[in-house]
């Protein structure tokens, strides 16, 4: 079993539209969560970390669900801009990082 | 600030050669990463050291691999003979001491024929 699992999508949505996916993870003794961004070609950048009571950033927001081992990112009025991969990154062992495939998200005008 | 820095951004080599791959991690950060990206894997590390000291290479595919840190600003991933399997985006990534987000350099396209 993977340790961090995504939908690959695609996701594709219109301007303006919300999007939202999750992803899971294997090992419940995981203290650290991240969502990173990769363009294509380009290297991961974090976009946020995931804390416990779900946090926000602009039009970003993550949730953690400790109990089912789950990771969400909503992205609300989608941009052109945010047509990227999403990475789930779970830290299972201190500062290795579990990396998940990733999910595409295209957005169109 | 300078992010990480890694060169080179592409390198074509020919099976059999030696390939170095240079990094040099974001001031004042304590860890290094040297990750490979592959379509077929997605992102493996390969090995991290902590304070220039190697902590886990469990991620070396096999001994053509080896990392060097000899100091707090450089380190490099060589490979020795390369051959066209090792083919993919090597990443470096460097993080501060108690915190876990790391951060990427751009990242070195090796291409093996």
């Known amino acids: 079993r993977k340790e961090v699992e995504q939908d690959p999508g695609p996701f594709n949505v219109p301007e303006g539209a919300t999007v939202a996916f999750n992803c899971t993870y294997s090992?419940?003794?995981?203290?650290?969560f991240f969502w990173y961004r990769q363009d294509c070609r380009k290297e991961p950048k974090l976009l946020m970390s995931v804390y416990s009571s779900g946090n926000e950033d602009g039009r970003f927001t993550a949730q953690l669900n400790r109990a089912s081992q789950y990771i969400s990112l909503l992205i609300r009025d989608s941009k052109l801009s945010d047509s990227a991969t999403y990475l789930c990154?779970?830290?299972?062992?201190?500062?290795?990082?579990?990396f998940g495939a990733g999910t595409t998200v295209t957005v169109r005008a | 600030d300078a992010g990480v820095i890694q060169s080179p951004r592409h390198e074509v080599t020919e099976m059999g050669q030696e390939v170095t791959l240079r990094c040099k991690p974001i001031?004042?950060?304590?860890?290094l990463f040297w990750y490979r990206q592959t379509m077929m894997r997605g992102l493996e590390l390969l090995i991290y050291?902590?304070?220039?000291?190697?902590?886990?290479d469990s991620g070396m595919p096999e001994d053509r691999f080896s990392a060097k840190m000899p100091n707090a600003s450089f380190s490099t991933l060589k490979i020795q003979p390369s051959e066209p399997r090792d083919s993919a985006v090597y990443f470096c990534?460097?993080?501060?001491?108690?915190?876990?987000?790391?951060?990427f350099g751009p990242g070195t396209r090796l291409t093996v024929t």
């Open positions: 990534a460097s993080s501060f001491r108690d915190r876990y987000e790391q951060y």
């Open positions: 001031s004042g950060h304590d860890y």
């Open positions: 990154v779970v830290s299972p062992w201190g500062y290795k990082l579990s």
């Open positions: 050291f902590n304070n220039n000291v190697p902590i886990d």
């Open positions: 090992n419940s003794a995981s203290q650290s």
